[in-house]
């Protein structure tokens, strides 16, 4: 079983899915990609999470971000339970879902934890970069449902921190006050952050949002 770390070029694949076959690069393109596993189809936990991420492709497009669910039960389990979903979570499933009855890309993702369950997968995150690495991974067990208003938030830190030399402190969110990384100087701070910053401690130091007007 492959280990995957953060950092690493996350997996190329092909796989059938409940959009057609496709391949995992083409699909990402050259923009951020969420691919998020789930133990079976027809599981109720599962239901709702994919129904939330249907219904937040608005933002997910904002951010220049294709959503990819992979499940261990074939294609015509997932069309079927798509209806479902689209159903009782009063939404429309606008994203593939991974038909990975031989568990190949389970594996290769490092998804089935053998103490939490021999066959099914956990519920994992990756988020991939334009360069195709793993910018974060999240690990929930079976038993509790992700929350993509964190995914969301996550996502703006990580392509604000890509493009700026800041960081972003505990329970940021979009348009809070962020960190000024350690290796910047406050000389080079004064000419680089351009709406100031202060000084808490000498390497604490925060400044307004860089990309907001």
Partial sequence: MSTIRLGDKAPNFKAQTSEG?????EYLGDGWGILFS??????????TELGAAAKYKAEFDKRNVKVLALSVDGVESHKGWIKDI??????S???PIIADEDRKIATLY??????????????SVYI?????????????????GRNFDELLRVIDSLQLTQYHKVATPANWKHGDEVVIVPSV????????????FREV???????PQPNLN
């Fill in 201 to 207: 401690k000498p390497y604490l130091r925060l400044t």
């Fill in 185 to 196: 100087s406050n000389e080079e701070a004064t000419g680089i952050f351009t709406k100031g």
């Fill in 21 to 25: 076959e496709i391949d995992f690069y």
């Fill in 93 to 95: 499933v606008n994203f």
């Fill in 38 to 47: 789930h133990p079976a189809d027809y599981t109720p936990v599962c239901t």
């Fill in 110 to 123: 490092d998804m089935i934890h053998p103490n939490a369950s021999a066959t099914a997968t956990v519920r």
């Fill in 128 to 144: 991939i970069g334009p360069d195709k690495t793993i910018k974060l991974m999240i690990t929930y067990p079976a038993s509790t």
């Fill in 86 to 91: 689209n159903e009782t979570q009063n939404t």
